[in-house]
């Protein structure tokens, strides 16, 4: 394992105290030269003397990397970074956007990402006397790296030792840095299981947001958990010719390999509505799941894979779908899907977007957390989709809300359920319940990050995170 904070270099007091000097007469000279612009003052937060590290260096650009997607609308005007510093590695970021739009991204960042709680950003406009803080845009106060309290209080009373400071960076760089996970060549029976197990485990977990599960339907009045395991039973064959489609391609181009894999996956959404008799349960996975498995099935015809590899694969399989699929609609007669509603409405490309990306939530964000995580499956599922229900914009349930500012609730609700310490205390486990009751109530589901979690588990199972 890798140790985050090693041995020095220390810093004094006031080396602290000059650096603190130097940044903000940096960010000033920086507001000046470009006075339309915001600048962004990126640090990290590190208890203790020692700032800074190479794990921590490569944390940090890890997290600038993931910073500048929650900013990826403001242009970027200028850049400096410097990783090397002896005070911890710092970074400045001119962007041309509002004071309010670019700070709300930032704080987005550091309350909605596991490693955004290790970052200090702060922003900056010439002439924009007022400072934003977190309350202003509604935020809840920085909460404290080891407990649910905000930081401030806990700085002030001196609350924890500093090693549980380096316990909770070294918990974050863990569930953050190790994305790549190794899977070895598993067998057709292997992968065809561990897509099942994706399937059974998220309709077998309880309690979830709107989603059917064995107690109840959820906000589903069509389906019961019978029906989506009759549905699961007969996608088996599908995962099979998946996987038999993947091991035995033999192009260069792997949009054929996807396109041949589409065939099935229609004759596939045939089996699951003779199954339910016409319920849809499983469109999305068909689709996701489908693809994960002949990716698989590809990637380790010859030896071993990893994550990376895989998300590089469907990546190169899904080449132009979004285009392809998404903007011929203008010319398609028949009714639309939600994603396909949407990407007219709010330019949300849904699953497919996902998928084109290689599934970046449920390598980069899901997969991790999961990692990260201990006490029973169930516990660890259930904390998994709510951490994936924050990450995404699931089109499922912006369908079902009508309103693409559902997003920002749900990152609110995912927050609130973390808050209570998540699936593994009675006050978490409580609100996730009431969570759902209000969902059935508002006939709200999160299908997709349903979806996603399915994928997660599939993962999980091939790489041995979930045994
Ligand atoms: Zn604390």
């Not at 909770?168 to 065809?192: E, K």
Request: with cysteine; glycine share 8%; hydrophobic share 45%.
């Amino acid at each position: 394992m890798i140790r985050v904070i090693q041995d020095g270099p220390t810093i004094t007091l006031n080396q602290a105290l000059d650096n603190r000097e130097w940044r903000s007469h940096r960010q000033t000279q920086l507001a000046k030269r470009y006075p339309t612009a915001v600048v962004v003052s990126v640090k990290l937060n590190i208890p203790g003397p020692i700032k800074t590290s190479r794990p921590l260096q490569d944390l940090f650009r890890r997290g600038l990397g993931c910073l500048r997607q929650y900013v990826v609308d403001f242009p970027l005007i200028d850049d400096q970074i410097l990783l090397t510093r002896p005070t911890g590695p710092e970074a400045f970021l001119v962007l041309q956007g509002t004071l309010t739009a670019v700070k709300r991204q930032a704080i987005a960042f550091e309350s909605a990402t596991v490693m955004g709680r290790l970052f200090d950003i702060d922003t900056l406009q010439a002439g924009v006397a007022t400072q934003l803080s977190r309350q202003d845009l509604g935020y809840a106060p920085r909460q404290c790296l080891i407990c649910d309290q905000p930081a401030k209080v806990c700085i002030k009373t001196s609350a924890h030792q500093l090693q549980a400071g380096y316990q909770a960076i070294q918990a974050i760089y863990d569930a953050t840095m190790q994305d790549t996970m190794v899977i070895a060549q598993p067998t057709q029976a292997t992968v065809v299981q561990a897509a099942m197990a994706g399937l059974l485990y998220e309709v077998s977990l309880q309690p979830k947001p709107g989603l059917v599960d064995p107690i109840s339907p959820g906000a589903h009045d069509d389906m019961t958990v019978m029906t989506f395991i009759d549905s699961s039973l007969a996608l088996m064959g599908y995962f099979n010719t998946a996987f038999t489609i993947g091991r035995d391609f033999a192009g260069d181009d792997l949009t054929a390999m996807f396109q041949t894999l589409r065939v099935a996956g229609r004759e596939a959404e045939q089996a699951m509505f003779a199954a339910t008799h016409g319920v849809n349960t499983h469109k999305g996975a068909i689709f996701s799941l489908g693809i994960m498995v002949t990716a698989v099935a590809y990637a380790t015809r010859l030896t071993a894979t990893t994550t990376a590899q895989l998300q590089e694969i469907m990546t190169h399989m899904l080449t132009g779908l979004v285009a392809q699929d998404l903007t011929a609609l203008a010319t398609n007669q028949q009714p639309l899907t939600a994603g396909e509603q949407q990407y007219q409405q709010y330019r949300l490309t849904g699953v497919r977007g996902e998928a084109a990306a290689g599934f970046p939530v449920v390598l980069h964000t899901a997969l991790p957390f999961l990692q990260s995580t201990t006490g029973q499956t169930t516990q660890r599922l259930l904390d998994t989709l709510m951490q994936i229900a924050g990450a995404i914009e699931d089109t499922n349930l912006i369908k079902r809300a009508g309103t693409p500012a559902i997003t920002a609730e749900m990152q609110q609700w995912v927050r609130d359920y973390f808050a209570r310490g998540g699936s593994k205390t009675p006050a978490g486990l409580a609100y996730l319940t009431a969570l759902d009751d209000q969902f059935i109530a508002r006939h709200l589901s999160i299908g997709g990050a349903a979806d996603n979690l399915i994928l997660t588990i599939f993962l999980a199972k091939l790489g041995g995170v979930l045994v």
